[in-house]
T-cell receptor, first 112, second 116 residues
């Protein structure tokens, strides 16, 4: 079993749609969680951290369920520019070890 | 954007030749990382550094070595390149602060390496 699992998609949605991605992780000791965005042939970029209480950044909402070891990302009012691969990222183990485990990513295509 | 550059950005080499990739940061961050990204595998950690001359292995370190003689530079060397090392290589850095800011990593633009 992979340490971080994501549905690879692709998710094809029309502009303006709401889309949700899910991710599960296997290490119950993980303390830090992130969503990264990666455009084709570019480097991953930090989209947002994920906090236990849930957090929002504009059209993006992230949720964490520690009991189920599950992370989600909700994108509202999708834009063409949201088309990218979204990586779920979890740190390995407890404490600030800095070692991150990356999911393989979920691809989003937003259509006009 | 974090001040991270990688060189070269593209390289084609032959099996058996040594290759060195360079990562340079202007952020004075303590932690630096080398990853490779391949289809079906996602990003995998090769080596990382937690300070000058302090390095450690990641999950796919075989065939790679690293050096960090200055805070700003982290070098990845393929001693004798093989076709299985054809990949996209990303360098990343993380801050030396506390909590979340220390853990999140920021990536360079990547190096596309082809080993023939």
């Amino acid at each position: 079993r992979k340490e971080v699992e994501q549905d690879p998609g692709p998710f094809n949605v029309p502009e303006g749609a709401t889309v949700a991605f899910n991710c599960t992780y296997s290490n119950s000791a993980s303390q830090s969680f992130f969503w990264y965005r990666q455009d084709c042939r570019k480097e991953p970029k930090l989209l947002m951290s994920v906090y236990s209480s849930g957090n929002e950044d504009g059209r993006f909402t992230a949720q964490l369920n520690r009991a189920s070891q599950y992370i989600s990302l909700l994108i509202r009012d999708s834009k063409l520019s949201d088309s990218a691969t979204y990586l779920c990222v979890v740190n390995r183990g407890s404490g600030n070890t800095g070692k991150l485990i990356f999911g393989q990513g979920t691809t989003l295509q937003v259509k006009p | 954007d974090a001040g991270i550059t990688q060189s070269p950005r593209h390289k084609v080499t032959e099996t058996g030749t040594p290759v060195t990739l360079r990562c340079h940061q202007t952020e004075n961050h303590r932690y630096m990382y080398w990853y490779r990204q391949d289809p079906g595998h996602g990003l995998r950690l090769i080596h990382y550094s937690y300070g000058v001359k302090d390095t450690d292995k990641g999950e796919v370190s075989d065939g790679y070595s690293v050096s960090r003689s200055k805070t700003e530079d982290f070098l990845l060397t393929l001693e004798s390149a093989t076709s299985s090392q054809t990949s996209v290589y990303f360098c990343a850095i993380s801050e030396s602060g506390r909590g979340e800011r220390r853990i999140a990593q920021y990536f360079g633009p990547g190096t596309r390496l082809t080993v023939l």
